[in-house]
Nanobody
Framework: QVQLIESGGGLVHPGGSLNLSCVASGTLIYIWDLGWFRQAPGKQRELVARIVRKTDDANYSDSVRGRFTMTRDVAKNTVYLQMNNLEIEDTAIYYC?????????WGQGTQVTVSS
C-alpha cells in the first residue's frame, strides 16, 4: 500500500522559510512523477512544483519560481519543498503527489500559514 506523509508546515511571517517533507512508503519514489500541490480556501488545487520520474529536474509554477526549490532523496525515499521568502498568498494546504499514467497517490496535506 502506497502512503505519502507530509510534514513541516506551520505558521510563519512574510519573508520567512519552511521546508516541507514527504516520506513515501510502499513504493520507491524514483518510479513516479512527483509533485507538490497546494489548495487555498475557496480555490482549486494547483501544481506548485514537479519532478519528472527518472530525473532530478524540477519545474515550478510562475508564482513560486525563484523562491521554492523541490528536491528528492532517493535513498531516504523522501521529497522536499524548500520555501523561502514566503508571501501571504502562499497560505494553503500543501499536498505531495505521486503520479504515473492514470494512477495518483496523495498525502494528507500539511498546512502552511503566512501571516503578519
Amino acid at each position: 500500500q502506497v502512503q505519502l506523509i507530509e510534514s513541516g508546515g506551520g505558521l510563519v511571517h512574510p519573508g520567512g522559510s519552511l521546508n516541507l517533507s514527504c516520506v513515501a512508503s510502499g513504493t520507491l519514489i524514483y518510479i513516479w512523477d512527483l509533485g507538490w500541490f497546494r489548495q487555498a480556501p475557496g480555490k482549486q488545487r494547483e501544481l506548485v512544483a514537479r519532478i519528472v520520474r527518472k530525473t532530478d529536474d524540477a519545474n515550478y509554477s510562475d508564482s513560486v519560481r525563484g523562491r521554492f526549490t523541490m528536491t528528492r532523496d532517493v535513498a531516504k525515499n523522501t521529497v522536499y519543498l524548500q520555501m523561502n521568502n514566503l508571501e501571504i498568498e502562499d497560505t494553503a494546504i500543501y499536498y505531495c503527489n505521486a503520479n504515473f499514467l492514470s494512477t495518483d497517490h496523495w498525502g494528507q496535506g500539511t498546512q502552511v500559514t503566512v501571516s503578519s
